[in-house]
C-alpha cells in the first residue's frame, strides 16, 4: 500500500513538473516489473528512465508543433537565434512551448533589440507545456494555453558592460528590482495578505549583483508596447514602479495584482487567441 501511494506521488509530481514526466514513469514502471530486480542496479533505474524521459520530450518537440506550440530554441550556442532559453533546464522540463503566433512575436523582438543593441540576447524564461489546452505550468496557473510567457531582463556589469545572455538569477527568477523608495511599492498595503507575492529573501544569496541594461530594458519594452501590440500582443505584466521608470504605463501594460507573484524580476507577455 505505501509503496503505490509512493509511486502515485511521483507519478503527480512529474506530472505537474514536466507534464510528460509521468507518461515515462509509468513505461519505465512497466519495464522495471518485467526484469529480474538483480538485473536492475539503481544506477540502471536512473538511465532507464533517463533515457525514457528524453525520448518523450524528444518525441513532444516533434509532434507539438502538429497540435498548435512549437519550441522555443534551447541552446543559443548552436543558432543563430537572438533568443534562447535562459536555461537548459526549461527545456529539460518541457515548459518551452508556445504558440506559433508567440513564437513569431518572441523572434520579432529579439532581432528588434538586436538590431538596436548589437549583440543582445533575448532571455526566455516559463512559458507553456507542450500539449492539452487548460493544463496549468505550475506555479503559473495562467501559463496553460501556450499563449503566454516570462522574459527575462537584460543586464549589465557595475561598470556598465552589457552581460549577452546573463541574469541576476541562476533561474531568472526572483532577482528583484526593488523601488528606490518603499513607499511606491504598489503592494506596500497587501504585503501580508495570503498572497504568491513572495520576497524569496532565501534565495537572494545566490543573487548576483548585477545592474539592469536600462537601454535594452527601454527598447523592447516599447517595442512590445507598440509594435507587438500590432502583432497581437494583448497583455504585458510588470511592475508599476518599473512601467513608470520605463515611460510605457497604460494600454496593454497591466498591473498584475497583490496576490499574484513579483513582475519586477521578469516580463510577462501573453497574445490573443
Known amino acids: 500500500m505505501l509503496k503505490a501511494l509512493v509511486h502515485s506521488l511521483v507519478f503527480v509530481f512529474l506530472t505537474l513538473l514536466t507534464q ?23 544506477i540502471t533505474n536512473l538511465l532507464v528512465f533517463g533515457l525514457i524521459y528524453l525520448s518523450f520530450s524528444a ?17 543559443g550556442a548552436f543558432t543563430d537565434s537572438s533568443i534562447q532559453m535562459q536555461s537548459p533546464l526549461y527545456c529539460l522540463l518541457n515548459r518551452h512551448y508556445v504558440s506559433p503566433r508567440l513564437k513569431s512575436l518572441t523572434f520579432a523582438l529579439a ?27 505550475l506555479p503559473h496557473p495562467s501559463h496553460d494555453d501556450g499563449r503566454k510567457l516570462d522574459l527575462a531582463f537584460y543586464y549589465k556589469e557595475p561598470n556598465g558592460a552589457y552581460l549577452p545572455g546573463v541574469t541576476k538569477s541562476p533561474l531568472g527568477y526572483w532577482g528583484f528590482e526593488n523601488p528606490k523608495n518603499k513607499a511606491n511599492s504598489a503592494c506596500k498595503k497587501a504585503a501580508k495578505t495570503l498572497s504568491l507575492r513572495w520576497n524569496m529573501e532565501w ?26 501590440r500590432k502583432k497581437g500582443l494583448s497583455k504585458i505584466l510588470i511592475e508599476p514602479h518599473l512601467a513608470r521608470a520605463f515611460s510605457i504605463s497604460g ?6 495584482g497583490c496576490r499574484a507573484a513579483r513582475h519586477d524580476d521578469h516580463v510577462h507577455i501573453q497574445v490573443s487567441g
Open 111 to 137: 532581432d528588434h533589440v538586436d538590431a538596436r543593441h548589437p549583440g543582445s540576447i533575448t532571455l526566455a524564461l516559463d512559458a507553456g507545456f507542450p500539449f492539452i489546452e487548460g493544463f496549468p505550468l
Open 20 to 42: 510528460i514526466g509521468g507518461l515515462a514513469y509509468l513505461l519505465y514502471f512497466v519495464i522495471r516489473g518485467r526484469v529480474p530486480s538483480h538485473r536492475f542496479p539503481k
Open 251 to 256: 494600454g496593454i501594460v497591466r498591473f498584475q
Open 59 to 75: 518525441g513532444a518537440a516533434l509532434t507539438a508543433p502538429l497540435l498548435g506550440r512549437e519550441p522555443l530554441p534551447c541552446f
Open 203 to 228: 534565495f537572494q544569496l545566490f543573487v548576483r549583483h548585477l545592474e539592469l541594461d536600462r537601454q535594452r530594458m527601454a527598447t523592447a519594452l516599447k517595442w512590445l508596447k507598440n509594435e507587438g
